[in-house]
């Protein structure tokens, strides 16, 4: 029996278009080597993992009744998310990805229509009751849900992203609630166990913090003092790492809470997202959890552990 996860956060419609490298040069006409949609956003996207991996997930999220709504309801009710959990809007983000051959992305999200929405907070504390974690990703609307999560006592994950600032105003309503704070380092201003050494100071509420670092592979800071490195892994090679963070954050949450393992579900989350950025569209590369624990056993990770507070 897997988990209970409630997880707020967008659902869309997402593009996936070939270009040849960036920047991308002009041209009035250009034919792409592929082009592919799926659903997207990363509500959808880490629920669709977790919920594959074999966790209840409850997925809050806003979808509009246009055409681009009705896609993602299709692909919602094939991944089994589909639930009360999804309310009406007035229109449905849209997601166009550009992929460059060595898997490099570039997204372009358009968030304005569902963020202009309040999501229904009764709605979300219907979803809370019994959840063992919220992923409350850091999409406008779901802002206003965080202290609900809070007073159901409801443990918080959250993903910032390509954050740059551990003061950066936007998010420090995530970042004052989260037991679990991950964020990708592409933007960081110093090395990532620096990074989490800071973010662990300056948020003592937090457990843990992790940053993923495509090819460098991950780090995770626990409030013990630890610091765990994770090498990366890539059995299918680079072909898109669109959703890379998302998918490290998904299966690292659905292995810790499974196992109470901080060091080998970073092993396990590292394995899986390695395997699904070999993939064209990997927004539709899912595992279960006996697959995962089978690729991790061909695919091992390197993991040291050390010390982020200099006490060891």
């Known amino acids: 029996m897997g988990s209970r996860i409630v997880v707020a956060g967008v659902a869309s419609l997402a593009v996936h278009l070939a270009v040849d490298g960036f920047p991308v040069g002009y041209a009035p006409v250009s034919a792409p080597a592929w082009i592919d949609a799926g659903l997207g956003g990363a509500g959808a996207q880490i629920a669709a993992v977790l919920r594959h991996l074999g966790d209840d997930v409850d997925l809050c999220s806003i979808v509009g009744s246009d055409v681009p709504g009705e896609l993602v309801r299709t692909h919602l009710r094939a991944a089994g998310l589909d639930g009360s959990g999804v309310i009406e809007g007035p229109g449905s983000s849209q997601t166009v990805v550009l992929v460059a051959p060595d898997g490099a992305r570039m997204v372009y999200p358009y968030l304005s229509?569902?963020?202009?929405?309040?999501?229904?907070?009764?709605?979300?504390?219907?979803a809370l009751a019994g959840a063992d974690l919220a992923v409350l990703t850091n999409v406008e609307f779901v802002r206003e849900l965080l202290p609900a999560a809070v007073r159901e006592g409801v443990p918080v994950a959250v993903d910032v992203?390509?954050?740059?600032?551990?003061?950066?105003?936007?998010?420090?309503?995530?970042?004052?609630?989260?037991?679990?704070?991950?964020?990708?380092?592409?933007?960081?201003?110093?090395p990532a166990p620096?990074?989490?050494?800071?973010?662990?100071?300056?948020y003592p509420g937090a457990t843990m913090a992790a940053v993923g670092c495509g090819a460098r592979g991950s780090v995770l800071g626990l409030r013990d003092g630890r610091l765990v490195t994770a090498a990366a892994v890539a059995p299918l090679g680079v072909r898109n790492t669109s959703g890379a963070g998302d998918s490290l954050f998904a299966a690292f949450l659905h292995s810790w809470l499974a196992t109470g393992n901080p060091v080998e579900a970073l092993g396990d989350a590292v394995v899986f997202a390695g395997w699904r950025v070999g993939h064209r569209r990997p927004t539709s590369a899912l595992l279960s959890g006996s697959e995962l624990a089978r690729l991790r056993l061909r695919h091992?990770?390197?993991?040291?552990?050390?010390?982020?507070d200099q006490g060891g």
Request: with cysteine; net charge negative.
């Open 161 to 190: 992203n390509v954050i740059a600032d551990v003061h950066e105003a936007y998010h420090q309503p995530w970042l004052e609630v989260a037991d679990i704070i991950f964020c990708s380092g592409e933007r960081l201003p110093c």
């Open 194 to 202: 620096e990074w989490v050494a800071e973010v662990l100071t300056r």
């Open 113 to 126: 229509v569902v963020n202009a929405v309040g999501y229904p907070e009764d709605r979300f504390v219907r």
């Open 300 to 308: 091992p990770v390197r993991v040291s552990v050390g010390w982020w």
